[in-house]
């Protein structure tokens, strides 16, 4: 049993990125991973014997959201969350983290796994692009997205005004189809150029001669990390 136990707690301890560590009945932390240690600050001799309840903020702990957890694992099985937690320093992070359940060999409740996931980064990264898609799709300039080959993959609203046609229908154009009219010949083969050598493009382009639509079009290729480009803006 104990050598079981030591091979458990080195497997435990060689988990990269989640924190990991046992509870007992009353959400005392039992055990302690070195990826606990990292993203809580708290150190295997300062934790061990203390509530679990110390990682939540004091809004959740006056909430009495750890003993709802608990109570939850206790009687499901398992308790999910993903919110804000609290480090050592006082210090915030955005976590997902998962309760279970753990029941001896008669079905009695012996403890939980406590397992939490610092996903900080990820949740900056994501309102980062939500504000980007945001300002592009409120954006007074005409965009859209396209692939290698210039199918249209996204319009904003300013293109869907301009071009008079509805978001379905323009993801179904090519953008060479949908400047076809608009471009003389030397601008078409220039297009073509363009995307089939990822570089890129401006041209005057007259959308409507009858609407005296004109205005300036340009392709820029969009890399990531330095790679060859798979769409356009």
């Known amino acids: 049993l104990r050598e079981n136990e030591e091979r ?111 996903l900080t980064d990820q949740r900056e990264t994501q309102q980062k692009l939500e504000k980007l898609s945001l300002a592009v799709e409120q954006s007074p300039l005409s965009m859209a997205i396209s692939d290698r080959e210039g199918r249209i993959q996204y319009v904003n609203k300013a293109f869907c005004d301009l071009a008079e046609i509805a978001p379905d229908a323009a993801r179904k154009l090519s953008i060479a189809g949908y400047l076809k009219d608009a471009l003389p010949q030397d601008a078409k083969a220039s297009l073509s150029a363009a995307l089939e050598a990822g570089s890129a493009w401006l041209s005057r382009v007259d959308l409507a001669a009858d609407s005296g639509k004109v205005c300036d079009a340009t392709l820029t290729p969009l890399h990531a990390d330095g790679e060859s480009p798979t769409e356009f803006l």
């Open 8 to 118: 458990f707690r080195l497997m435990v301890d060689a988990v990269q990125g989640y924190s990991i560590h046992l509870l007992d009945r009353k959400g005392y932390v039992m055990s302690w991973n070195a990826a606990a240690e990292r993203s809580t600050g708290f150190k295997r001799e300062e934790i061990i014997g203390r509530s679990f309840s110390v990682f939540y903020t004091p809004e959740d702990n006056d909430a009495n959201v750890p003993d709802k957890l608990l109570t939850q694992a206790t009687e499901s099985g398992k308790a999910e969350q993903e919110q804000w937690r609290v480090r050592k320093d006082g210090s915030r992070y955005w976590a997902h983290e998962v309760i279970n359940r753990l029941r001896d060999d008669s079905g009695k409740l012996k403890g939980f796994v406590r397992i939490t996931r610092d």
